[in-house]
């Protein structure tokens, strides 16, 4: 029986190929767990057409991240913490404290994207990327300085 394979099956082939396999296995497990379908016209059309709407809402998704991109390089987050001796600081920043201050200024990121390889510990001006799409991401400047104590 041929079939039109929805996902890469290793040792049988790749999404969106064409491949024989024996009835039984065609009909009583890739067509019932949504891995195949039956290479009928039809069937070979309604994939083709879906891996296309699929293409177009991606790159949409893609373009739409890099103007969120573009808009989140322009935004300074700005703390001013207390300090001790050669600037570092008690405490430290999180990506849970970036992403409440990006939240204040009207940016809805996931927190799960914010990277940041160890909190921020000293005074000074921080590099913080934030992923927001597979290819596509921003570079958010934080700066961190001592509070004054009066």
Do not use: C, W
């Amino acid at each position: 029986m041929k079939v039109v394979l929805l996902e890469t099956i290793e040792g049988i082939g790749s999404v969106g190929q064409e491949v024989k396999v024996k009835d039984g296995y065609a009909r009583n497990f890739l067509i019932p767990k949504g891995l195949a379908l039956m290479a009928s016209d039809k069937n070979i059309k309604a994939f083709r057409d879906k891996i296309q709407s699929r293409i177009k809402s991606e790159a949409k998704s893609k373009e739409h991240a890099q103007k969120f991109a573009e808009q989140l390089e322009s935004v300074s987050l700005n703390y001013s913490m207390k300090t001790g001796q050669e600037g570092k600081l008690f405490g430290s920043i999180t990506p849970a404290q970036i992403f409440d201050s990006l939240k204040e200024k009207g940016f809805e990121v996931d927190k799960k994207k914010i990277v940041l390889p160890e909190p921020i510990r000293h005074v000074g001006t921080h590099e913080v990327t934030v992923r927001l799409y597979p290819g596509v991401s921003a570079q958010l400047k934080v700066e961190v300085s001592a509070e004054n104590e009066e």
